[in-house]
Structure formats: C-alpha cells, structure tokens
C-alpha cells in the first residue's frame, strides 16, 4: 500500500502507519516507565523534625535525566481527609529528580495558617509532569514522622531531688530554694508535708513554684482535700482530673483570703505531691503571660525518677 496513489494522499495507509507508530511508540515508554522509578528515603517514618530547623529530604530516582519533581506533604491526622500541601518544587528553580535530595526548613506556617504539631504526617516526592498513559513517577513515606514545636527547654537547668524521686526542668534565670514545712504533724492522723521547695525570679522578690511532697497517711486525694479544706481553711474553688508523669491526678483552684494558688496534686507511693503556681505582687509586672508559660513548660518536663 502506497501513502500517494494516482496524486492522492492515501489517507487509510497514513491512518495505519499512525496508529502503529502510537502502539510502538507508548509500549517503547510504557516499559520505560516501568523501568524507571522513585522511593522516598527520608522522612520514611519515626523520624521527628522540629519547626523552624532544616531537614534533608532524600530519595532515590531512575529515569528519564530530564525529569523533575514535586515534594508533597501530607497530614493524615483525618484519615478521612488527607490535608496535602505541595511545598517545593512547583515554581522554578524546579527540583531535578536526579538531586535525590532537598533541604526543608519546616515553616510553621506551612499550610497558610499556624503549623499543629502532629505524629501522622508522610512525605510524596512526584514527577513534575501531565499524566500520561495512566503512569506517573511517585513515592510516598512508608510510615507516619512526626513535626513537633521547637523545644523551648533545651536549655534550661535541671533540678532533680533522689530523696523523694522526682526532677524537672526550669529557666536559667530562676531560682530553687528550700521552703519552710509548715504542718509537719507526728500524729499520724494528720497528714504532714514531709519536703517543700519553691521557685522564684531571679531577683528573688516573687515566689513563683512550690513543689511540695506530703504524707498522705492512707487519705485519697478527696479525703486529702476536704481536710486541708477544714484543718487549715483553704478554700476549694474548683476540681478536675489531670494527668502528669503518667500519674492521674486533681487540677485544683484553692486559696486562703489573702492569696490563691493554681495547684496539681499526684498521689505516687504514699505520698501526694503537689505542685502549685502563684502569681503573688506578679500582676502589676504585666508578665503574668510569660510565667505561665514558662510554668506549663516546667509541668511538660516533670517526672518521676524509677
């Protein structure tokens, strides 16, 4: 069959030779393709990064010399509604696939908004091309890494305490010191506080933490409560359940006249530990903000040794 024939286009022998052309020629770039691959190497699960440092995405490419790539993140928080955000690689300097790397300084607004630490994120590295004949290089991270908030207490001292088992982190320009026990009791009716230290500003004019450790002499915390409500007249504001150290706990408001605390008691081993935050002379400062802040921190850190 002739493609001109007596002056004509032969139209029915170009449509053949077309056709065949296509067939060879996607089957030559299917099996290339097929040949061709991309595998996320890091973050591949376990991993965590932390907001506002750089991290080396890595992974390993066969194919075309040409081909670029979109870098992909994906918050599976809702596994119903996997949140993607394509971060790098859409506008040039387009990303090369042969690179096999990037380096990502995590911004904490990422997703336009503020960034929500989480455990349930994955990393798809994908070829920056249109889809063709249903195959596109991709690769997504084999298991969840987790993006966390910049630790703010790298830094800070650390006070620990053998005789009664615990230790905590707080900031460099704060103080400990030993408190007075108060209500010490030998009846042993009564429950007494058996070791106290306190927490202040550097100048040492506000008191900021006390950290006390009682006898709880076989009461529960209700019991605990209701009798430090009666014995010494504190005043019991509101009540809730907490959980610090992995110890289950009562978040409580309680006060006397003059003064009122913001306290977290933990029964552990016969003893209740309770560690409370006042703001004392701090309001007129304007840095009431700052310390509570600073006292959730010192909360996070909070464990007992063994």
């Known amino acids: 069959m002739q493609l001109i024939t007596q002056g004509k286009t032969n139209w029915e022998f170009l449509l053949i030779v077309l056709v065949l052309a296509v067939i060879v020629g996607g089957g030559i770039l299917v099996r290339y393709y097929n040949r061709s691959y991309i595998k996320v190497l ?17 992974w390993e ?41 990037y380096s990502w300084k995590i911004s904490p607004d990422i997703f336009g908004s503020e960034f929500i630490p989480g455990e349930k994120y994955k990393i798809i590295i994908e070829e920056n091309a249109i889809k063709f004949l249903g195959h596109l290089l991709r690769d997504e991270s084999d298991n969840y890494f987790s993006i966390v908030k910049k630790d703010e207490t790298a830094d800070w001292q650390i006070y620990r305490n053998e005789e009664y088992g615990f230790e905590f982190k707080y900031p460099q320009e704060w103080l ?48 605990w409560f209701d009798f430090y409500e009666n014995y010494i007249g504190w005043n019991i504001i509101e009540r809730d359940s907490i959980l610090i150290a992995g110890v289950e706990g009562v978040k409580g408001i309680y006060g006397l006249t ?17 560690i409370s935050f006042w703001l004392g002379g701090m309001e007129e400062t304007g840095a009431v903000e700052d310390k509570e802040k600073n006292y959730e921190q010192m909360l996070s850190t909070f464990r007992f040794l063994g």
Not at 42 to 58: A, D, F, L
């Open 61 to 101: 490419f066969k194919g075309p010399k040409d081909t670029k790539v979109l870098i992909i993140l994906v918050d599976y928080r809702n596994p119903d509604k996997p949140k993607e955000e394509t971060f790098a690689g859409t506008w040039p300097p387009h990303i090369p696939a042969s690179a096999g790397k």
């Open 176 to 223: 400990v010191k030993d408190c007075d026990i108060f209500y010490p009791h030998e009846d042993e009716s009564v429950p007494g506080r058996l070791n106290c230290i306190e927490l202040a500003e550097e100048s040492g004019e506000y008191k900021l933490v006390q950290i006390k450790v009682y006898n709880d002499r076989g009461f529960s915390l209700v019991q």
């Open 42 to 58: 890091s973050p591949n699960g376990g991993e965590r990064w932390e907001i506002g440092k750089t991290y080396e995405i890595r």
């Open 258 to 274: 003059e003064f009122s605390f913001e306290g977290n008691f933990l029964p552990k081993e016969n003893k209740i530990y309770e």
